[in-house]
T-cell receptor, first 115, second 111 residues
Framework: NAGVTQTPKFQVLKTGQSMTLQCAQD?????MYWYRQDPGMGLRLIYY???????DKGEVPNGYNVSRLNKREFSLRLESAAPSQTSVYFC??????????????FGSGTRLTVV | QQQVKQSPQSLIVQKGGIPIINCAYE??????FPWYQQFPGKGPALLIA?????SEKKEGRFTISFNKSAKQFSLHIMDSQPGDSATYFC??????????FGKGTRLSVIA
């Protein structure tokens, strides 16, 4: 099925460990996004890539890095995980920066716990 | 500073009732206002969206009402069903900037 695929679905890290969250889309979309979801906080933008070869910071970029590997793939890296990064992470894509009328397509999320 | 303020945080309605979720914004440059629906364990999915040149949009049982002068928009769910129980997010953007989301409303529809 066409869509956004995130791996892994679940992960437990120890404080200080590093990991990369993977995201791939097969809809030939130009723009990709990483959001985190915390209880009562909604969805907050971490980083985004308006097109292949570009990345920009969002609202909460500290502690994260991203790589737009090619048009399909956009990864999120935690270099030294902290308990404050415990969250559900969602990757999304859109045809271009203006999502009307089809909106963003979200993956099913990665639930990350940092202990 | 929260760009899109959503209320209420949670809502319980009887089956057949009409839940209403409200959002307010300050940035007059916003020109796209979608609502997303999220079920537990899933990613958000686009439900309905509106541009500021219209005051209302209906898709099935879901309606967006938009008040440009008040900088507010709301989601109404007609004849709500238990299957509508989910978390709903309003959002907004201007031009090519990424979507900014409200904090979400957890809706429970009880039979």
């Amino acid at each position: 099925n066409a869509g956004v695929t995130q791996t892994p679905k679940f992960q437990v890290l120890k404080t200080g460990q590093s990991m990369t969250l993977q995201c791939a889309q097969d809809m030939n979309h130009n723009s990709m996004y990483w959001y985190r979801q915390d209880p009562g906080m909604g969805l907050r933008l971490i980083y985004y890539s308006a097109s292949e070869g570009t990345t920009d910071k969002g609202e909460v970029p500290n502690g994260y890095n991203v790589s737009r590997l090619n048009k399909r793939e956009f990864s999120l890296r935690l270099e030294s995980a902290a308990p404050s990064q415990t969250s559900v992470y969602f990757c999304a894509s859109s045809e271009d920066g203006t999502p009307f009328p089809y909106g963003y397509t979200f993956g099913s999320g990665t639930r990350l716990t940092v202990v | 500073q929260q760009q899109v303020k959503q209320s209420p945080q949670s809502l319980i309605v009887q089956k057949g009732g009409i839940p209403i979720i409200n959002c307010a914004y300050e940035n007059t440059a916003f020109d796209y206002f979608p609502w997303y629906q999220q079920f537990p364990g899933k990613g958000p999915a686009l439900l309905i969206a509106i541009r500021p040149d219209v005051s209302e949009k209906k898709e099935g049982r879901f309606t967006i009402s938009f008040n440009k002068s008040a900088k507010q928009f709301s989601l109404h769910i007609m004849d709500s069903q238990p299957g509508d129980s989910a978390t709903y997010f309003c959002a907004a953007l201007s031009g090519n900037t990424p979507l900014v989301f409200g904090k979400g409303t957890r809706l429970s529809v009880i039979a």
